[in-house]
């Protein structure tokens, strides 16, 4: 299983990103697909997930409401689009898919791959 992002880049507080998730080595459609990010130094922190199917999303309080999650299984590609960014957002984000129908428990996703970073700035 490898999952790839990507995306990232420097954009400016209030600006936009679409990050995208491309998945390989597994059936993309029986897996929920979640992203997540990590601060140097911090925990990995829950950001959103598909469940799947693709019949429901969930986010993080910090991130509802600017962040959209969708998928395209005809590509094996989930987005992460992300509006009205703000500095706090910086991090590393990671993609991963988890056999489940629907989780936001990090141990429940496994095979991570480098990240993709996104840097907000003031």
């Known amino acids: 299983v490898q999952l790839q992002a990507s995306g990232g880049g420097l954009v400016q507080a209030g600006g936009s990103l679409r990050l995208s998730c491309v998945a390989s080595?597994?059936?993309?459609?029986?897996?929920?697909i979640g992203w997540f990010r990590q601060v140097s130094g911090k925990v990995r922190e829950f950001v959103a997930v598909?469940?799947?199917?693709?019949?429901?999303?969930y986010y993080a309080d910090s991130v509802n409401g600017r962040f959209t999650i969708s998928r395209d299984n005809a590509k094996d590609t989930v987005y992460l689009q992300m509006n009205s960014l703000k500095p706090d957002d910086t991090a590393v984000y990671y993609c991963?898919?988890?056999?489940?129908?629907?989780?936001?428990?990090?141990?429940?996703?496994?095979?991570w791959g480098p990240g993709t970073l996104v840097t907000v700035s003031s």
């Open positions: 991963n898919a988890a056999n489940s129908p629907f989780t936001i428990l990090k141990a429940d996703f496994d095979s």
């Open positions: 080595g597994l059936s993309f459609d029986d897996y929920a």
């Open positions: 598909d469940s799947r199917g693709g019949t429901r999303t």
